[in-house]
Each structure stands twice: as C-alpha cells, then as structure tokens.
C-alpha cells in the first residue's frame, strides 16, 4: 500500500503491522508533512461484528484522552476504494520501539531500570483507572510498549499504546462483554470476560516477568495457577514479592489499584530473615497436607525483675488506695472508688504480661480446609478464634516494630505483628496477644506462611 493516500491526505509511507482484518500503517498527512500512525479496519472475509464494535470504541476513547505517554486521536474515517472497504482511526506516530523489540535484539533490563518503567506504566494506568469511566486497557504486553532512547540514568520514555481491547466501566455494565486480551498477560478473571483496574496490574507484572527472564509467561511453570518465576532472576526479596503481588491470581488478594501499585513498590518491603534463627524455640512443621507452628512461652526474662518490682508497688499502692476508698463513708467513696477503676484497669494489664510471658503457649494449624489458633495455658487450650474456611484466606499482615506516643508525648514500643485475616477473622501470632517479640522470628514466619498459603506479605 505504500504510496497510496487515505482519506485524500494521507500517504502511506510502509507497513507497521498486520493480523487478521486489521493492518497498521504509517503514513505521511500531506497537509502538516507531520507522520502519523493509521489503523486500519477491513471489511474482509474474517470480519466480526466484535471487531468494529473494539475498533470504534478504541476511536471513542482515544478521543477523549490527552496524556503525554498515549497517542492523540487525529481522525476517523471511512474507507471505501476498489481495494479497501472499512475504517480508519489515525493516530500520532511516537518514534520508539516496542519492549519485545528490544529483549528479541538482546537488551537486558537491571532491576533499577524495571522499577522505573514500572513506576512509568503505572502513573500511565493511575489516569486511566480515574477516568469517569474507568478506562481498563486490558492487552498490556511487551509489544503495546513502546520504550524510547537512554537518557541519563533513565532506561527512556515509556508509552502505552493499542488500545484495541480498550474496556471502560460504563461498557462493561452495558451487557456483552468480549473477551480479548492476549494468553500469558491475561489474568484468571478475563478469561471469563470480567476485567476491573486490577486486570491491567496483572497484565503488567507479566510483562515485567517476560523482561526479567526473556521467556513468553505462558511457557513459564505454574503453580496454582501463579507463575513461577523466582528461579530464573536474581531480584532483592522486596521487588520479587512486590511482583507475586501484581501477578496474584485471586483478585482479593491482588493489589487493587495502581495507585497502591507504586506506594507498595517505593516502600521496597519484604522480610528480611528467612532462616529460622538459631535461638529460636518455635516449632514449625509442614508438608503438602498442613502447616503447625507451635509458640512456646517465651518465658523468663531479665526486664522481668524491674517489671515485677513496678507491678508490686503498683499493685500495694492500688490496694491501700481501694482499703481507704472502702473505709471512707458513704457515698463520698464513690468518686473516689470510680478515680481507683483506670488504675486497676492498669494493673491488669502489667499482670497479663508477665503471666502470658510465663505461661502462654500458642497453637496455629492450617490444612487443607481450615485454620486455627489455639492459646495454651499451663496445659489447658482454649480458641483463640473461630476455625475459618482455609480458601477464605485473604491476607497476611508484617507489621515490624516500631514507636507510639500517647497524648502526654511518652513513647511507647510496640512488638512486631504477625496476622493472618480470613474473611473478617483475625489470627494474631505475634505483637499484642501473640508470643514472639523477635524480628528475625516474625520475619521467618511471615516468609514460611507466605510460601506455604501461596500469598504475598503486606505490611500495614
């Protein structure tokens, strides 16, 4: 086609790409001298009905968007020659190549490099998702990136283009949805024509796996459905976890929007010790059927003796305080019995700490179909929770240690925290009501239960 005109003012210079009722070409508008992309859609004898429907709503929403890493709509036009019958939707032309373009020709990414062009395509998808409707792209894949010259210490300009299988909300509640979308990129739920934001996170934690490895999603190993990746790279913990959180196959426990995308890339989290440490007494068991961890009392420790001495006259004070309270007449010792409630309350508090210090022993199981936790105290168990349905599993929390301050400025530490959330069910192992203040122990868990339930670690 080249040299033909389209539309009286574009000149087809050469062929960019082509499938199945559909050709990309670029062309020259003889009035700007400007290039520009034309998409062509045919009326061959492959044509559907679908076809047209994606291509006009690819026009519709091109026409609406103005963002400097997507083409601008130019022009839409029927096409009717001898040779051609169909549409045409002209776009800018961005000089670069695609990201499949550049790993065939050999050119490796550094891990650097894959958080920068990842931080780009999600400011791209945090404007798309805002949109009113939502626009969800639904293809993103290493050929519908376009990745121009180094510059500095950048890997170059991202672009996001082909919005053929484009989806917003308001179509997505129209009715029929077709299904598109290209096998290895898509997530679980597009199969079934159902896409949300979260879709396109999947899509794109994909395409950074295909960077990382130069190997096609599809022909990596799967299991449970989740692609199996770790093996083939060489990435810090925080980015490879940061990843399983982008390519989950349950949308529950996906990251949901690419907004949370990039605060939890540039917090750069994941657990640090995933050795059990040397000193550590809890017992932890597991094979393809179940997983235990047993958390012993963790027992006797020096501070002990300050915090005894500090509950004993805590607790004397408390009780001279109640004795004068209850020899006062009545009813004056009623405010004064009321003022005594908070420091008992208190007292309570210091007690419980050291007696589950001492004596309490904590249980989790996790099989096939349930989890549980159970506290034991000098041999008696009691439910710590209700067991819930192991598939109802959503979320596994670190939270590490760190400081609070209360309204008079007094810092408080609180534990690191482990917990596991099951529908609206909290299992807690560590931190308050949990047995472990270690770091490296809570880090160790959070690793092994991570590996084992199949879900990543987030931190709150």
Known sequence: MAGEVLGRRYAVQQQLGKKAGRRTLLARNLETQELVVIKLLSFSNDFEWDDLKLFEREAETLKFLSHPAIPRYLDYFEVNSPQLKGFALVQTYIPAKTLEEYIKAGRTFTETELKDIAKSLLGILVYLHTQNPSVIHRDIKPSNILLGDRSGNSPGQVYLVDFGSVQNVAATEGGTITIVGTYGYMPPE?????????SDLYSLGATLIYLLTSVHPANLPQKDLRIQFEHLTNLS??????LRLMIEPSLERRLTSAQEAIT???????PVAIQKPAISKIRLTKDGNYLKIFIPPVGFHPLFGMGSLFAIAWNSFILLWTVGVMLTPFPS????????????????????TVLFALFLGIHLRVDQKHITLTWEILGWKFPRNRPAPRQKITKLVYIPKHSTSDFLGAKTEVPPQLIIWAENRKYQLCGIGGGINSEAEVQWLAHELSEWLGIPITRD
Do not use: C, K
């Open 190 to 198: 597009q199969f079934s024509g159902r896409t949300v934001p979260a």
């Open 237 to 242: 913990i925080a980015f490879t976890y940061w």
């Open 264 to 270: 939890v890339l540039q917090r750069d989290f994941a």
């Open 333 to 352: 010792n009623i405010p004064l019995a009321l003022i005594s409630l908070p420091f008992w309350g208190a007292s309570f508090l210091m007690g419980n």
